[in-house]
């Protein structure tokens, strides 16, 4: 999905907000990386449209639109990324030997999160979690 099959402009607009030029460019230069795109990437695209908007404007609008839930951010090998926010939430298993990603839906972690709810009386609230391990082929070569 992309920001531009969402009506974000009505979405900030309930929330007391604009969306402003800045902000456009920004959701559409996360868009435009097409799943996780970095800081640089994101602030090379905005750049390379409005050499005007500094990083800092890129970080500020950053954090405002995770905070509407429009778009989720996740450190996936040591450096934060961003993505566009679904309709469901997603996860990602991350292989620290070969740096596999595999994206895995919210049904696969249900029952550990209705867990956690259970045993310890706390909601877990994640929508873009990574989870670090091993793949089946870097395993097979450490054993």
């Given at each position: 999905?992309?920001?531009?099959?969402?009506?974000?402009?009505?979405?900030?607009?309930?929330?007391?907000?604009?969306?402003?030029?800045?902000?456009?460019?920004?959701?559409?230069?996360?868009?435009?990386?097409?799943?996780?795109?970095?800081?640089?990437?994101?602030?090379?695209?905005?750049?390379?449209?409005?050499?005007?908007?500094?990083?800092?404007?890129v970080y500020r609008n950053l954090e405002f639109l995770q905070r509407l839930h429009l778009i989720v951010a996740a450190?996936?090998?040591?450096?934060?990324?961003?993505?566009?926010?679904?309709?469901?939430?997603?996860?990602?298993?991350?292989?620290?030997?070969?740096?596999?990603?595999?994206?895995?839906?919210?049904?696969?972690?249900?029952?550990?999160?209705?867990?956690?709810?259970?045993?310890?009386?706390?909601?877990?609230?994640?929508?873009?979690?990574?989870l670090r391990g091993l793949c089946g082929p870097c395993r097979a070569q450490t054993e």
């Amino acid at each position: 999905m992309t920001h531009t099959t969402s009506d974000y402009a009505t979405r900030i607009r309930r929330s007391g907000f604009r969306l402003t030029p800045q902000r456009q460019l920004i959701l559409d230069a996360v868009c435009e990386g097409g799943g996780h795109t970095t800081i640089e990437e994101i602030c090379a695209r905005v750049q390379a449209k409005a050499p005007s908007i500094n990083r800092s404007t890129v970080y500020r609008n950053l954090e405002f639109l995770q905070r509407l839930h429009l778009i989720v951010a996740a450190e996936i090998g040591g450096e934060t990324v961003y993505e566009i926010a679904h309709n469901r939430h997603h996860h990602h298993l991350l292989c620290q030997g070969c740096g596999r990603q595999i994206e895995i839906g919210e049904e696969a972690l249900a029952s550990a999160l209705t867990a956690i709810l259970r045993d310890y009386d706390f909601l877990v609230l994640a929508d873009h979690l990574v989870l670090r391990g091993l793949c089946g082929p870097c395993r097979a070569q450490t054993e």
